[in-house]
């Protein structure tokens, strides 16, 4: 057992079960039910869910890893491919939020936190 990918596991649990929760009530819904051009929605809805299949793979591949299951030879890249990304996500939204004009929009939008923890305890464990 491999205590650093099991905490980045559980907190990429963590933050799919919010993805679905929290992002479903408080993004998904009020955009698929806003006015904008219907194309431009529908492609939002694809990309919640791209993002939703991403972190399910992602936390299945992490707790596997993270309790003893080898995925043959390329399992230190899969882990280490998974905390790059989860890196480029906190960076990206840190860098957006920071730009975005919103009062305090870097707490508003606070799942680069989860994305940090995710990468760190992921690049650690391998």
């Known amino acids: 057992m491999n205590w650093y990918i099991v905490v ?10 919010g ?5 479903s009530k408080q993004f998904l819904r009020p955009m698929l039910e806003s006015s904008f051009d219907p194309v431009a929605r529908k ?4 990309v919640f869910h791209y993002i939703s299949v991403f972190l399910i793979l992602s936390t299945a591949a992490l707790l596997a890893v993270g309790f003893g299951v080898q995925i043959g030879e390329g399992t230190t890249l899969l882990i280490r491919f998974i905390s790059v ?3 480029a996500f906190a960076l990206w939204q840190i860098a957006l939020a920071s730009t975005a004009g919103i009062p ?6 606070f799942q680069w936190m989860f994305f940090v923890l995710i990468a760190v305890f992921g690049w650690i464990g391998v």
Do not use: D, E, Q, Y
């Open 85 to 87: 990304n989860f890196a």
């Open 8 to 17: 980045a596991g559980s907190a990429a649990l963590f933050t799919t079960i």
């Open 104 to 109: 305090n929009a870097v707490f508003k939008m």
């Open 19 to 23: 993805h679905f929760a929290i992002g």
């Open 43 to 46: 492609v939002m809805h694809c």
